[in-house]
């Protein structure tokens, strides 16, 4: 079976809580790349024309779209950080750049969060690629992959239209 497999790289902050790590609990930021894999939701031999499962261009045009202008240098906190009140009291514009979490903001959240967006983005456009497979690299040397479906192992702290995650946007968090 053929996968298309796109990659892109961003830069991110973001600071763990609850897993006991000191140096984690600090905010510290990575430059990661996020890799893709996609498949044909109804596989077809190649027509012996166009020879393709869909152009590159319309299959990662919207996505590298979202990770370049809503990622890429967004602050990453859990939905119950106490930072997230601070930065709505004292600096509301930057705020709406803050991704929301459901907990901490692991690579392994963020890999099933981003997979369960593309799949929103992916189903909004005529649902003929799905992603198969995510690779998160959040430093050389830590890669986190998850393969099947993320909504199986993400929390649903609300309704799925309230799960920014969840819908074919460019949200990042929840209001
Ligand atoms: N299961 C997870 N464990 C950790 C995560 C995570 O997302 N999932 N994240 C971190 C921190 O973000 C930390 O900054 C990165 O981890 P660390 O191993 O310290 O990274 P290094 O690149 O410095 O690792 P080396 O082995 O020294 O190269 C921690 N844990």
Not at 58 to 81: E, P, S, Y
Not at 155 to 169: H, K, M, T, V, Y
């Amino acid at each position: 079976m053929f996968e298309l497999v796109f990659s892109r790289r961003f830069s991110m902050a973001h600071r763990l809580l609850a897993g006991g790590s000191e140096r984690c609990a600090l905010p510290h930021g990575h430059n990661e790349y996020v890799r893709v894999h996609l498949r044909a939701t109804n596989p077809a031999p190649l027509d012996g024309r166009a020879n393709m499962v869909l152009p590159f261009e319309r299959a990662k045009k919207v996505w590298h779209a979202f990770i370049d202008g809503h990622v890429d240098h967004a602050l990453q906190l859990g939905d119950d950080d106490p930072l997230l009140p601070w930065f709505r009291q004292h600096e509301p514009r930057r705020a709406a750049r803050i991704l929301i979490t459901p907990g901490d903001p692991t690579t392994e959240m963020l890999a099933c969060l981003l997979m369960a967006k593309l799949n929103a983005f992916l189903a909004a456009d005529g649902g003929a690629l799905t992603c198969a497979a995510i690779e998160i690299e959040e430093t050389p040397t830590n890669t986190v992959r998850y393969t099947g479906d993320p909504l199986a192992v993400l929390p649903q702290p609300r309704p799925a239209p309230r799960c920014w995650w969840r819908r074919a946007d460019t949200t990042i968090a929840d209001t």
